[in-house]
């Protein structure tokens, strides 16, 4: 774990760093009809945490599933986290906070190794993916109304390029291309794999 913390502090984005105002990314990355299509909007700031974790014999990623009955994103695959509040201070506070309130993961076990490309979500987002390396001692402890469960997914699943596709659905006129990523019974799409997928290219198939 010693040595992956340091191959991703020298392939992420340093947190001393501000994030950019304008995103580097988008969840329509995979699809230059919809990139011309979307119209110029103000983001709203959001972060999420990815979370890195290894107790199970190897390095993992926490992922969640939002609670079927949410307004937006109900039953999707998600990272911890949400809009940003003014009493934040930033991304990274951010992440930790939403974390703990989702999750009950205490920032003291989080350690924040650096961040990834902010990433415009569907919902006009601009979001921080601030990777951290969890205290395996971390015991959850789910906000019911927002999350249905936590797993996680090993690393070496999510860092391997062929285990990406391209999927589409209707989107009212067009056909919408976005980027999937299946473990046992779970479905990551979206900003999610799109997140994970700058992840991977960062960490280059390792």
Do not use: K
Not at 160 to 169: D, I, P, Y
Request: net charge negative; with cysteine; glycine share 8%.
């Amino acid at each position: 774990m010693r040595e992956l913390r340091a191959r991703l502090r020298e392939r992420l984005r340093d947190v001393a760093l501000a994030p950019p105002t304008e995103p580097a990314r988008g969840d329509f990355d995979p699809d230059p009809e919809w990139r011309a299509r979307r119209v110029p909007a103000e983001l709203a700031p959001a972060a999420v945490l990815v979370p890195i974790v290894s107790r199970n014999g190897g390095p993992a990623v926490l992922l969640t599933r939002r609670s079927s009955h949410l307004n937006a994103h109900a039953g999707q695959v998600s990272f911890p986290g949400g809009r940003l509040e003014p009493s934040d201070g930033g991304p990274v506070a951010a992440a930790l906070r939403e974390s703990e309130e989702e999750i009950g993961l205490d920032p003291e076990q989080v350690d924040v190794v650096g961040l990834l490309d902010t990433c415009r979500t569907s919902t006009d987002y601009i979001v921080t993916p601030v990777v951290g390396i969890v205290d395996p001692d971390f015991e959850p402890r789910l906000d019911g109304f927002e999350v249905a469960e936590l797993f996680e997914a090993p690393l070496d699943h999510l860092l391997a390029r062929r285990n990406f596709v391209r999927e589409s659905r209707d989107a009212g006129g067009f056909t919408r291309v976005f980027y999937a990523i299946y473990y046992e019974r779970w479905r990551i799409w979206g900003a999610t794999a799109g997140m994970l997928f700058d992840l991977m290219e960062r960490m280059d198939g390792e």
